[in-house]
């Protein structure tokens, strides 16, 4: 096989993004001939077609999903560079890359970042969400510094990384002040029978909470279970149930919603990590978290 072409990788990339040669062809302004006889040489040079052609439309067959999917990491990787050196010019600001895992609350991940924001040197935070298998993925190929999640990385995935336990904390129950004057006398045994909303089974928390409420003998109706714990505070806060939250973001809690705390146990430990490629924090917005997180998240005190 010749050595890439990364002008017609390009060309290749934008047919594929755009879905068509038409499209790109505007968007490069260039003749649809010019970037239909560019394809062809690519394709040529790798000795794979990379499209099937279904009337006039092309599709991506096996072999171009895995060409387009290299390329996609190129290209985007040189648009965010050029975003970068556009940002400031004469200068370049400190930028961290941050993988929040979607079982990580919200008020969690804005606790912990916002150590950062003190920092004297001018940061950008670039936040990304999703589940920590794919946010994994985008830690090996560096396009993330650190990952924030609620548990450690799991031991059968195939990535270099290292584990920062920044914390943790107990966990504080709430409910809408009706629900609350009638499940708090008694806690935690009122919970019994109270309509609850349980975490996700991604939720590193949930597997704890289950082994305490069996082992204190409760058994609350489940009414809903939610990987996205803003949802779940969404529904608490409408009266749908009692929730938990980690203490450390009680008084966010109280502060944003209308709900009213029943009780808290430090029983339950919600914990919280901050997964690196490298051994060794050294960014100074890393540094800056996992220090003011001594302060916020252990005994769940700010």
């Known amino acids: 096989?010749?050595?890439?072409?990364?002008?017609?990788?390009?060309?290749?990339?934008?047919?594929?993004?755009s879905g068509g040669i038409a499209r790109a062809s505007?968007?490069?302004?260039?003749?649809?001939?010019?970037?239909?006889?560019?394809?062809?040489?690519?394709?040529?040079?790798?000795g794979y077609q990379l499209f099937n052609r279904v009337g006039r439309r092309l599709e991506l067959n096996d072999a171009g999903r895995m060409v387009f999917g290299y390329a996609d990491?190129?290209?985007?990787?040189?648009?965010?560079?050029?975003?970068?050196?556009?940002?400031?010019?004469?200068?370049?600001?400190?930028?961290?890359?941050?993988?929040?895992?979607?079982?990580?609350?919200?008020?969690?991940?804005?606790?912990?970042?916002?150590?950062?924001?003190?920092?004297?040197?001018?940061?950008?935070i670039i936040c990304r969400e999703g589940k920590l298998e794919s946010l994994l993925g985008e830690l090996a190929?560096?396009?993330?510094?650190i990952i924030i999640a609620d548990s450690p990385?799991?031991?059968?995935?195939?990535?270099?990384?290292?584990?920062?336990?920044?914390?943790e904390c107990g966990i504080s129950f709430f409910a809408t002040p009706a629900l609350a004057r009638k499940y708090r006398q008694g806690f935690p045994h009122s919970l019994d029978d109270a309509p609850f909303l349980m975490p996700g089974e991604d939720a590193a928390v949930r597997p704890r909470l289950l082994?305490?409420?069996?082992?204190?003998?409760?058994?609350?109706?489940?009414?809903?279970?939610?990987?996205?714990?803003?949802?779940m505070l969404a529904f608490g806060?409408?009266?749908?149930?009692?929730?938990?939250?980690?203490?450390?973001?009680?008084?966010?809690?109280?502060?944003?919603?209308?709900v009213t705390e029943i009780g808290q146990t430090e029983l339950v430990k919600e914990q919280f990590f901050a997964i690196s490629a490298e051994r060794k924090l050294t960014h100074p917005a890393v540094l800056a978290i996992q220090s003011g997180a001594r302060a916020s998240l252990i005994d769940g005190k700010k």
């Open 211 to 231: 082994r305490w409420f069996e082992k204190e003998k409760i058994r609350p109706r489940i009414t809903g279970e939610f990987d996205d714990g803003a949802l």
């Open 153 to 167: 990385m799991p031991p059968n995935v195939d990535v270099r990384g290292y584990n920062h336990l920044l914390g």
């Open 26 to 46: 505007e968007k490069l302004h260039l003749t649809a001939q010019t970037i239909s006889g560019q394809l062809t040489q690519f394709e040529d040079s790798l």
């Open 237 to 258: 806060d409408a009266g749908a149930g009692i929730f938990a939250v980690p203490t450390a973001v009680a008084d966010q809690v109280r502060k944003q919603f209308s």
């Open 73 to 124: 990491q190129i290209f985007t990787l040189g648009e965010e560079l050029e975003e970068a050196l556009r940002f400031r010019p004469g200068g370049f600001p400190l930028q961290l890359k941050v993988g929040v895992a979607d079982a990580v609350p919200k008020a969690i991940a804005y606790l912990l970042l916002e150590t950062a924001l003190d920092l004297q040197e001018p940061l950008r």
């Open 1 to 17: 096989m010749a050595n890439i072409n990364y002008k017609h990788l390009h060309y290749f990339w934008m047919v594929a993004k």
């Open 141 to 145: 190929i560096h396009r993330l510094d």
